[in-house]
């Protein structure tokens, strides 16, 4: 089945640096997802990206879906600890009807 | 406001008894999924339904756990008898899948915890 891998699993940086977290895909992506997790919190959607090698960008943070869509990245500039939380891409699998998520990556930002 | 809503938000309960977590999805969404979430998992996929139809529970331990959505407002997950390894939080999320994918709201979870 479709399997959605995402890396690191972890990383703690100091506020202020940039932080950059992977995704890939067992198989090719019709669109794929970012969702943010607080801490205590339920997953919260981010964007979707559709096209291959497209590019978004919401204030501090750039998505960028792959050529090949099977994989993407999110980066965050200038990290603040507003930024803490696990970050999830997820990707529908071939009939659009449910949504495999990766493991997800835990920001964790000190001041 | 919608918002997907989850009952009750925490339940503690003693190894062996029936556990009942339901959902109210948002209004006009058609796919209702059930995720269970752990440190050591991540987000799983239990079931997930379309039209009030389920489409796939393979994630589900079937002995124990049933899922159901007896109408459009309501989904149930239900554990019967529930298990230590079973403590976890539980989310429901409703979508409405259009061309390509729209986003899956979730709720807040079930905070479950088997004693």
């Known amino acids: 089945g479709q399997q959605v891998m995402q890396i690191p699993q972890y990383q703690h940086v100091q506020e202020g640096e940039d932080f950059t977290t992977y995704c890939n895909s067992s198989?090719?992506?019709?669109?794929i997802q970012w969702y943010k997790q607080r801490p205590g919190g339920h997953p919260v959607f981010l964007i979707q990206l559709v096209k291959s090698g497209e590019v978004k960008k919401q204030k501090r943070l750039t998505f960028q879906f792959g050529e090949a869509k099977k994989n993407s990245s999110l980066h965050i500039t200038a990290t603040q600890t507003t930024d803490v939380g696990t970050y999830f891409c997820a990707g529908p699998n071939s009939g659009y009807s449910t949504l495999t998520f990766g493991k997800g990556t835990m920001l964790l930002v000190s001041p | 406001d919608a918002r997907v809503t989850q009952t009750p938000r925490h339940k503690v309960t003693e190894m062996g008894q029936e556990v009942t977590m339901r959902c109210q999805p948002i209004?006009?969404?058609?796919?209702v999924f059930w995720y269970r979430q752990t440190m050591m998992q991540g987000l799983e996929l239990l079931a997930y339904f379309r039209n009030r139809a389920p489409l796939d529970d393979s994630g589900m331990p079937k002995d124990r756990f049933s899922a159901e959505m007896p109408d459009a407002t309501l989904a149930t997950l239900k554990i019967q008898p529930s298990e230590p390894r079973d403590s976890a939080v539980y989310f429901c999320?409703?979508?409405?899948?259009?061309?390509?994918?729209?986003?899956?709201?979730f709720g807040q979870g079930t905070r479950l915890t088997v004693v």
């Open positions: 198989t090719t992506l019709s669109n």
């Open positions: 999320a409703s979508a409405f899948p259009g061309q390509g994918y729209t986003e899956a709201f």
């Open positions: 209004l006009g969404h058609n796919t």
